[in-house]
């Protein structure tokens, strides 16, 4: 029988699966990070060869019975910072006396695009705290569209929301601006009911600025025409993703996988949203993932 080793990786956790090569899970495990641009590619290492022995153990088999390793986790996108802890981890494991392993390393969403089509062609729209899509077309390439992060991008992600939502919060409070029923939320929520007080939470508290999109999604729902037109207009880039991505797969129809809470839980934002995609493109069908990103990066690890 073939073994294959999927890892997804984030910054609170990895998690880790044995799979046979039909995508049976045979043991699993779970550890610490792997952002390895933040707490050092070695330690991730460490984790990593952790895990990999706990599941093998855990199955009564060696690791010299693994065909293929893969970890897909955040900070991996580009090629260079993946061979990063590509080599930190030949390293590791040749240090602690154990034999070479194919060990590949890819970002988080790649996997998830994996899973999702189980490695067939497809699309994934992520948009959690930050966003951005990933396709694959009928030949195998891998196209992107967004992510530049929260300082030139993130488009549509619970960030955007939020920081829209604070910016109009803070004009209520001039005068610059019209009253949102938000700065009511947003006192109820943090305590929050004065501009002495937002400067305080934003620049010295660190105040996380993507909880705020809920309240922004809940003020848009109760017909408050700020955050209904932040609401439009995010969408609205969420729909240039879409166009751009259809453009670059060239597709008569594109599957496409919602990912991330913002757009995956159901509130206003979310539901809107699909009604927009459904009205603006007749081509588009939004679909459930096949499979998890962690079987994702098993079909990545079947491939190599």
Known sequence: MKYYIGLDGGGTKTKCVLSDADFNIIAESAGGPSTFLLIGADTVASTILKLILNVTESAGINLTDIEAIVLGTTGAGRRPDAELLEEAFAGYISKNNF??????????????????????????????????????DKKGMIHRVGGFGRFIGDEGSGYMLGRRGLIAVAKSFDGRGEYTVLSEFLKSEFGIDDPAKLITEVY??????????????????KNDTICRTIIESEISELLQHISAMKSLLKMDTMNLCLIGSTLTTENYYSELFKQKVTATFDSINIIDAELPPHLGAVVMAKAL
């Open 204 to 221: 010295k508290n660190k105040f996380d600025i993507a909880s705020v999109a809920p309240l922004v999604i809940e003020s848009a729902k």
């Open 99 to 136: 034999s070479p392993l194919k060990f590949h390393v890819d970002s988080d969403a790649r996997i998830a695009l994996e899973g999702a089509f189980t490695g067939r062609p497809g699309s994934i729209l992520i948009a959690g705290t930050g966003s951005i899509m990933f396709g694959k």
